[in-house]
């Protein structure tokens, strides 16, 4: 009987070792798999953090381009209204050469035109290409803008009415010095005749 205790203590022991053994195993899968999933872990968050710093600085671009894009709309605008205020003092320059080659054809050919509506004419294209230009000196934005139209409003009113004035009392003394001029001169030629 003790023979055969001995034989089943082996067969145990045996067992043992295996099962110590297949633990072993065990143990070692469990690890690497655990060390496999912590490299994933990292290599993961690793990715994680660089697909963030890839969407932040896609964000950075797009609000660079949606910046640029705005700036470039505005930029277009700008040329526009430059082109179209070019345009503008081009044909305001046609004019001016027109209304000037008109009043050289005049003075050329018609002497008999009053000096004075020339003389009021030349002064009256040079101011309003003057007001003109310094009107669009002044950005359309601008709160002097207004304060400029109703000025030279004032002034044109103001001009206009001096010229009024002025021709009424040309108008009123012209025949009077014309007398005067006759006057005088009788006066004078008594005057000689007496001596």
């Given at each position: 009987m003790s023979d055969e205790i001995i034989p089943k203590a082996d067969t145990a022991e045996m067992e043992r070792e295996a099962l110590r053994a297949l633990l072993r195993d065990v143990t070692d899968?469990?690890?690497?798999?655990?060390?496999?999933?912590?490299?994933?872990?990292?290599q993961v968050d690793e990715s994680?953090?660089?697909?963030?710093?890839?969407?932040l600085r896609?964000?950075?671009y797009a609000k660079k381009a949606e910046v640029s894009e705005h700036r470039a709309t505005e930029e277009t605008a700008r040329v526009n209204e430059l082109a179209r205020q070019l345009d503008d003092e081009r044909r305001?320059?046609?004019n001016v050469a027109e209304e000037f080659a008109r009043f050289r054809y005049a003075a050329e050919h018609a002497s008999v035109e009053n000096p004075r509506a020339m003389l009021w004419r030349?002064?009256?294209?040079?101011?309003?290409?003057?007001v003109a230009w310094m009107r669009v000196k002044i950005p359309p934005d601008s709160p002097l803008l207004p304060w400029f139209d109703r000025t030279i409003e004032m002034v044109t009113?103001?001009?206009c009415l001096a010229l009024r004035w002025a021709n009424a009392f040309v108008g009123w003394a012209t025949p009077r010095l014309i007398?005067?001029?006759?006057?005088l001169k009788s006066e004078v030629a008594r005057r000689v005749s007496k001596e």
């Open positions: 899968q469990r690890d690497k798999l655990l060390s496999q999933y912590e490299a994933m872990a990292l994680t953090r660089e697909i963030d710093d890839d969407i896609a964000q950075e305001k320059s046609a030349a002064i009256s294209l040079i101011a309003r290409d003057f009113k103001a001009g007398d005067l001029w006759k006057w």
